[in-house]
């Protein structure tokens, strides 16, 4: 039977096509045939890259038995998260609000009116561990569902009206300012793990955000204890098996405290975020370290992720084929001690192991060891360690590749195109440019399309059918402002400007508050809105940052307001839960420091273009060009003559300038240092 998934487009949906499962992808259809049927949804969301999502499919969706009962008593909808954000954080906070917990695969049974009154996570075949087997399960809800459907309607209508009565306090008045910030630093210290970096315990994830934050500070205010933690916590990262020593490029998450045994799928948007984490720290430190990281996760995304339309596919997934043909997680990635010397011969293996931490124990699972730089090897000898790191990397080439989910997501490829765009401009990698330019062109061509809204995905240049969220808009816009930074293009500030215009009139409530779906969007139980970051910066702190760049480079008064009203948010939760809102916290510093404005009348490229470019100053507009058509394109441009006709920068604040300089040395000094005045 093959189910009404093939004509999607999300991976995570054809991996699903011959389940026996009648499945539907979410739509009024599916509610409609509940409501004629008179059963419960089975709702059912996870991603492609998602390791239980994969072993609750094999083990219940492809089993002919379950998926008999499962068609008999429920409409089964299936829902890939990424690409219906919307869907997923509504259910996913009723799911916590009722268990005290969540995740994928997440399963959660609804009236056919969309109200849900069962949830869960994963379910295995048979009890265990204290959990229902899935088969109980659906038999103890399609029991609840015909002998006691009151209980169940007052169960739904109890748990709406719960998430009803939560709205957001927004702060409101007024913007974050000196204090709330130093709280929010404070909140970060006592949470930093100063034996290994990071916060918090395990499992560790990378804290790009915090990391651009505590960057900012310093660039603002000459704090040294928010620089070392974001370079201490960078060179943990950058030295632990979350990041992949031999192909460059991060792992989701660390499983212990320690950075040494990754969840090993790699996602677009971490190793975007990540990589102009570590452009940005080389940009405050001239560390090699950060360079090199910077340039291995832009070269990953590009060789790795890059689609045939010059888009940026969404994630490889933790699990390959190992030597016994067997689907487990990290098998690409891990080596024994034998394989080494079967690559690389006694000597250097020898060598190999003590350099990457491979052990006899190993520290994954059976023997083999997560690649990782303990830099207890004493000093090492760099032309042997680029030797057998190139034959390691031919030898895991032969080895079966983890899947790809090659669907693109708009939010995400703003985020790398904002990481290529800079990457590029820092380390003369025009190429990175040139990629960042042919994803925009992609978002432009393929996702706002005809329709002039910005579609969520598209798969192999065909847009899907999901409107894009607050998320989509302000990543897409924060990734234009960059390109337009770097390349003297306007074209790509007017897009900017375009999206963010849906922003105000589609996602913007009372008093600044925002929403993560558009006034027009399909209305659901509840209308989501979030302000804190998940593993990518919140919709809402993401569209205020794009806001007041937007707002730096055109003069626009409502885009201030809008970013000023927005950010009412990181005042009330900047000093309560400053790791969960790192991108507001760095937009709060954009908004003290200015931010400042840069406008370069001379060569795009040339010296002082890039001495601006690598200013310091948080959340700082760079627009550079020449001739009498360069204000047309950048507003900042207009009336801004060459000084005795030499190249020539003027930097504004708070709408007063400081002297033109023609000096690259002047115009470094006034974007270093915390600000004055």
Known sequence: MANRLAQTTSPYLLQHVDNPVDWWPWSPEAFEEARRRDVPVLLSVGYAACHWCHVMAHESFEDEATAAYMNEHFVSVKVDREERPDVDAVYMEAVQAATGHGGWPMTVFLTADGEPFYFGTYFPPEARHGSPSFRQVLEGVAAAWKDRRDEVAEVAGRIVADLAGRSLVHGGDGVPGESEVAQALLGLTREYDEQHGGFGGAPKFPPSMAVEFLLRHYARTGSEGALQMAADTCAAMARGGIYDQLGGGFARYSVDREWIVPHFEKMLYDNALLCRVYAHLWRATGSDEARRIALETADFMVRELRTAEGGFASALDADSEDADGRHVEGAYYVWTPAQLREVLGEDDAAFAAAYYGVTEDGTFEEGASVLRLPGDAGPVDADRVADVRARLLAAREQRPRPGRDDKVVAAWNGLAIAALAETGAYFDRPDLVERATEAADLLVRVHLGEVARLTRTSKDGRAGDNAGVLEDYGDVAEGFL??????????????????????????????????????????????????????????????????????????????????????????????????FVGWGLAVAEALLDGPREVAVAGPVGGELHRTALLGRAPGAVVAAGEGPGAGAEFPLLVDRPLVGGQPTAYVCRHFVCSAPTTNAGELAAALAGPAGG
């Open 482 to 579: 960059a390109l337009a930074a770097v390349t003297g293009e306007g074209a790509w500030l007017e897009f900017a400007g375009f999206l963010l215009d849906i922003v105000l009139e589609q996602f913007t409530g009372e008093g600044g508050q925002l929403y993560d779906t558009a006034h027009d969007a399909e209305q659901l139980i509840r209308r989501p809105q979030d302000p804190t970051d998940s593993a990518t910066p919140s919709g809402w702190t993401a569209a205020a940052g794009a806001l007041l760049s937007y707002a730096a480079y055109t003069g626009s008064e409502p885009h201030r307001t809008a970013a000023e009203g927005a950010l009412g948010v990181v005042k009330a939760l900047g000093p309560r839960v400053p790791r």
